[in-house]
Nanobody, 125 residues
Framework: QVQLVESGGGLVQAGDSLRLSCAAS????????MGWFRQSPGKDREFVAA????????NYADSVKGRFTISRDNAKNTGYLQMSSLKPEDTAVYSC??????????????????WGQGTQVTVSS
């Protein structure tokens, strides 16, 4: 399995940008799909974005399309989520996940088998 550690969360104002990082350990990261999910209090975990093993294909939730960009650098074993035009409704704990090569297409947490601990993103109005 892949071990994942997120960083980059924080408190920002509406309209600001933030970049989350997901540092991975383990030789299988470069062959794994990677996803970002978020969860806010009282709500189910929500798919945000996913990327295939090479970084050539991405998948986004409608709620973040055009504002968030997922990317990865396999040489650095790191994934990223660039978030722009943040809204208060983006407030949540953001977690990255790794899974089989086809997991990026599903947009569902059950297809991922490695998870980070999460990082808090708070957007004030």
């Amino acid at each position: 399995q892949v071990q994942l550690v997120e960083s980059g969360g924080g408190l920002v104002q509406a309209g600001d940008s933030l970049r989350l990082s997901c540092a991975a350990s383990g030789r299988t990261f470069s062959g794994s799909a990677m996803g970002w999910f978020r969860q806010s209090p009282g709500k189910d975990r929500e798919f945000v974005a996913a990327i295939n093993w090479s970084g050539s294909i991405t998948n986004y939730a409608d709620s973040v399309k055009g504002r968030f960009t997922i990317s990865r650098d396999n040489a650095k074993n790191t994934g990223y989520l660039q978030m722009s035009s943040l809204k208060p409704e983006d407030t949540a704990v953001y977690s990255c996940a790794a899974g089989p090569t086809t997991a990026w297409a599903a947009g569902a947490a059950r297809f991922y088998n490695s998870w980070g601990q999460g990082t808090q993103v708070t957007v004030s109005s």
